[in-house]
């Protein structure tokens, strides 16, 4: 039985395949934040032991993992550039990536990229198939597959959909949308093959709303005090503390707070965040449409992504005649359409050659 295994490394979380059960694979992830460390032994002197991974890349230290946050500080970081792949940070996350999996050979690794920097795929195959030494273990890498992100997330619904149906959304010209932390990408899609002239990447993900809600709640009175209101604390807001803002131990509406906290009582603190989170899905829609067109020849929207609640509104407004289906489990969606993409990739592959 081959292994085949799924690997998105996302500037927002990392998520992999940590195993497959009868065809299922069973999705992993957390935060992408990568944290610096340097040789000293365990402060809490084993009371407790965090979530988390040591790898080594050039030399230099870092913790990967569900509790590498814990080591958070202003060292600690997610990049967010192009050249993403090329960076420690990257190459961090893929080796605890592999830790975690804990397969020894890999028959075929699958990975993505955003829209705009698959021209770098043919360099991040290069850099990962071979063996990899990871402190006293080694994982061998046979052969690896690069997708582009919302045409994984496309594979995953296709999926649910069942072999029947997705041969007639084969036939259909298809909008997938991945709303990610650093860009939101878009695609035009007939079944496999991409529209690559209406298909691209806007630089408003999750990341800048986060930015701009940030600008808006130091403008309030009550925070004003404060030096630093870090992205990861706010976007806790959304997905954490769902309609909360917690700071400085004091729970706030969000997001919208109108001088009182969650328990009623007063405090000085109004701000309406809800006018720069829709400003930041505006604007993001208005550069998909105007790549995209109005979309007279699209069949179907497909959304995905684990900041997709942001936009959503935004893609009704821009596309209100049109049919929007938010696929199964919209933030791991991707990994598990690369997983069943690679699924079939391999299988092709071993038919070719048998042939």
């Avoid at 809490?44 to 990967?64: D, H, I, K, M, Q």
């Avoid at 993992?65 to 192009?82: E, F, I, Q």
């Avoid at 999750?206 to 976007?235: N, R, Y």
């Avoid at 309609?243 to 969650?262: A, E, M, T, V």
Wanted: aromatic content about 8%; overall charge neutral.
């Amino acid at each position: 039985m081959a292994t085949i295994r799924a690997v998105e490394i996302g500037f927002g979380t990392l998520s992999f395949t940590k195993d497959v059960v009868n065809g299922v694979p069973s999705i992993e992830t957390f935060s992408s934040v990568v944290a610096p460390v340097g040789s000293s032994g365990d402060l809490s002197g084993g009371l407790a032991t965090r979530n988390s991974l040591r790898v080594e890349v050039g030399g230099e230290f870092y913790e990967v993992g569900p509790d590498a946050h814990m080591l958070n500080d202003r060292k600690s970081s997610r990049t967010l550039n192009n050249r993403y792949i090329g960076t420690p940070q990257y190459q961090a996350l893929f080796k605890g990536a592999l830790l975690y999996m804990n397969e020894p050979i890999i028959d075929l690794l699958v990975l993505a990229l955003p829209v705009n920097t698959m021209n770098y795929a043919e360099e991040l195959k290069a850099m990962m198939e071979k063996t990899h030494k990871l402190g006293n273990k080694e994982v061998v890498v046979k052969k690896v597959w690069v997708l582009c992100q919302p045409l994984a997330g496309f594979l995953c619904y296709a999926n649910q959909l069942g072999q029947a149906k997705f041969r007639e959304l084969a036939q259909s010209n298809v909008l997938c949308i991945d709303f990610g932390f650093s860009t939101a990408d878009h695609l035009v899609n007939r079944g496999l093959k991409i529209n690559y002239k209406r298909s691209g990447a806007q630089n408003m993900g999750m990341s800048a709303v986060l930015e701009e809600v940030a600008k808006t709640l130091k403008e309030s009175e009550g925070f004003k005090h404060l030096d630093d209101l870090s992205l990861s604390l706010i976007d806790k807001s959304f997905y954490k503390h769902k309609g909360k803002l917690k700071i400085s131990g004091r729970h706030y509406p969000f997001p919208k707070c109108k001088g009182q906290d969650c328990n009623g009582d007063e405090v000085n603190v109004q701000y309406d965040c809800s006018i720069p989170i829709r400003q930041v899905a505006n604007s993001c829609l208005n550069e998909i449409r105007n790549s995209v067109g109005a979309g007279a020849d699209i069949d179907l929207i497909v959304v995905m992504g684990g900041s997709h609640e942001q936009y959503l509104e935004a893609v009704k407004e821009n596309y209100p005649g049109h049919k929007i289906v938010i696929v199964d489990d919209p933030l791991i969606a991707v990994c598990k359409g690369m997983y069943f993409g690679g699924e079939q990739f391999f299988n092709a592959l071993q038919n070719s050659q048998v042939a």
